[in-house]
């Protein structure tokens, strides 16, 4: 027997408008320091320069970068951006929005840059400035909030948190020598 129209509407999920706004403001939040630490940089710092911060630990250091995420990737910035819009609607853990925030703000950040620097549109290099001591990339705000958020799914995905807040049950296999499975 066939559900009927009112019982399948009832099962299918709805958009958990708190879990979207959480999103929205995160996204809204990276990209807004991501936009302003890129004009303060394109603004104070000839390209190519270094400015001590941290001592050596971290420093300024304006380059323009072509690639995506550590110099990989420079065409398909914008499938991040499309891919999370597209996926945002199944979210309701306030974790995963904040994850998805972080993704889609830095995600945005590096593709306005992609869409409005030099040296075209859609083929503009990504500003970057920082450099911690030993590392081997230099980085900008919207590359910290991807990284974090990739950070955050790991951490999701182990605790088992689903997109919408529940915890996977997980059963425990508990094995002692010489223990046999019998009733």
């Known amino acids: 027997m066939q559900p009927t129209e009112s ?3 009832a099962n299918k999920p709805r958009v958990n408008l ?4 959480i999103l929205a403001i995160v996204s809204a939040c990276v990209y807004a320091v ?11 710092l000839p390209l190519g320069s270094t400015v001590p911060f941290l001592g050596q630990l971290l420093q300024f250091h304006f ?4 690639g995506a995420a550590f110099s990989l990737g420079s065409g398909s910035t914008w499938v991040f951006a499309v891919f999370i819009v597209l996926f945002a609607r199944r979210i309701r853990s306030i974790g995963w929005a904040v994850l998805f925030g972080m993704l889609l703000g830095g995600t945005l950040g590096n593709l306005t840059d992609r869409l409005a620097r030099e040296p075209g549109f859609g083929r503009g290099h990504v500003v970057d400035f920082l450099q911690l001591y030993g590392f081997p990339a230099i980085f900008n705000i919207a590359d910290i909030a991807i990284v974090s958020s990739m950070c955050l799914f790991v951490l999701l995905t182990i605790a088992g948190v689903g997109l919408d807040g529940r915890r996977e049950k997980r059963s425990r296999v508990l094995s002692q020598p010489g223990a046999s499975d019998q009733s």
């Not at 991501?34 to 104070?44: M, P």
């Not at 380059?63 to 072509?66: A, G, H, I, L, S």
């Open 34 to 44: 991501d936009q302003l630490t890129k004009a303060l940089v394109t603004q104070n």
């Open 63 to 66: 380059v323009k970068n072509p």
């Open 7 to 9: 019982e399948a509407n």
């Open 18 to 21: 708190a879990a979207l706004g």
